[in-house]
């Protein structure tokens, strides 16, 4: 069985879905957003343990089983083979659940269970479980992991001292950017908001007392042939160039989406730089991430950063890269070895009934 954790309207989930039906492979599609206003997950264990416990929970003296609430059948979680944590809605209580005290309550204990249960689960994660994910998502960790593999990086500061700022500026020669420290969407005054890329002029100076308040990324601008967003599958790496050079509104940062005017295309990455890519995501404890690069006019290829669980959805659109199909394969893989495993060894425990019997 596979378990994909996601919003049901979620778009990438439906493109998956299709070569998952492809292969035949059993699939639970349920949003963490509607526990525990109406799903229901019960863990029980019986006191009981059969067999040496070797750090990885196989369902043995215990059982955890989801009640999606939405008519399906229950699943018993040791049944579940890779588990995908796309884009879970968090924890929501019951609507009659009105006080705001009680409800930061209740989504704390939802999710203290849902950790839990999903230690538990004996499958593999994409991207990763929970932990591995958020320590991945840090751009000061996964900066370190790409140094280490012998990336090209500008310098770059993460900081909130404003004696910082000018020293930077000038190392740059007068060509800084900064960057929000954790580049998710954000809420300010109940509106969404999403920081982007910020070229830095003098006038920016003049207030970096700001600076102390909150921390940020200080990098040199990086000369742009094209930008890149790198998605790595298991082991399959596909790039896709974005044109973003082409757009006054996109230049600095190809997020604003200027679609008008931006190409993107599929590119053939150098060797060493594709293997190092997967090998970012693999030391990260990955098993998918969406990498940033630019190519430089110089052909240099720099990494800017790594996104656990980054978009992929507009490569495949824009490109035809088949990475909706890579992760199916990923995900199928896992339900089909188990498959495999069981049926052989039914096989061997059948042949030595046999040979018992003959005896």
Not at 103 to 118: I, K, N, S, T
Not at 219 to 244: H, T, W
Not at 254 to 280: I, K, M, N, Q, S
Request: hydrophobic share 40%.
């Amino acid at each position: 069985m596979i378990l994909i954790l996601s919003d049901r309207e979620d778009e990438a989930v439906e493109m998956v879905l299709a070569g998952l039906r492809r292969r035949g492979a059993p699939v639970t599609w349920w949003d963490p957003g509607d526990f525990p206003a109406r799903g229901r997950l019960t863990v029980t264990f019986d006191g009981t343990f059969d067999g040496t416990f070797d750090g990885a929970f196989d369902g043995r003296g215990h059982r955890a089983v989801l009640d999606p609430g939405t008519g399906e059948t229950p699943l018993d979680l040791a049944e579940v083979r890779a588990v995908w944590r796309r884009r879970p809605n968090p924890p929501t209580p019951a609507a009659t659940v009105t006080d705001p005290s009680h409800r930061r309550h209740a989504v704390g204990q939802a999710r203290f269970l849902l950790d839990g249960a999903w230690e538990l689960t004996p499958a593999r994660w994409m991207p990763a479980r929970g932990e591995t994910e958020r320590r991945a998502h840090n751009k000061i960790v996964h900066m370190a992991h790409a140094t280490a593999l012998g990336f090209q990086v500008p310098e770059t500061v993460y900081t909130n001292d404003p004696f910082e700022l000018v020293p930077v500026y000038e190392r740059a020669g007068g060509r800084l950017v900064a960057k929000q420290i954790d580049s998710g969407e954000f809420s300010l005054d109940g509106a969404d908001h999403r920081a982007y890329t910020t070229v830095l002029t003098r006038r920016h100076l003049t207030s970096r007392h700001r600076l102390g308040h909150e921390p940020v990324i200080l990098q040199p601008y990086v000369p742009k042939a094209v930008e890149l967003r790198v998605i790595v599958v298991g082991e399959r790496v596909f790039a896709a160039e974005i044109d973003s050079q082409a757009s006054r509104t996109a230049r600095d940062d190809w997020r604003h989406y200027d679609d008008d005017r931006v190409r993107y295309a599929a590119h053939r990455l150098p060797g060493e730089t594709e293997r190092r890519c997967a090998a970012l995501v693999a030391s990260l404890g990955l098993s998918y991430g969406a990498i940033d690069l630019i190519l430089t006019p110089e052909g240099e290829y720099v990494f800017l950063e790594i996104n656990p669980n980054g978009a992929w959805g507009f490569v495949e659109q824009r490109t035809g890269l088949p990475v909706a199909d890579a992760i199916a394969d990923w995900l199928a893989t896992a339900e089909a070895t188990e498959t495999v495993t069981a049926a052989a060894a039914a096989t061997v425990t059948a042949a030595v009934a046999e040979t018992g019997a003959g005896r």
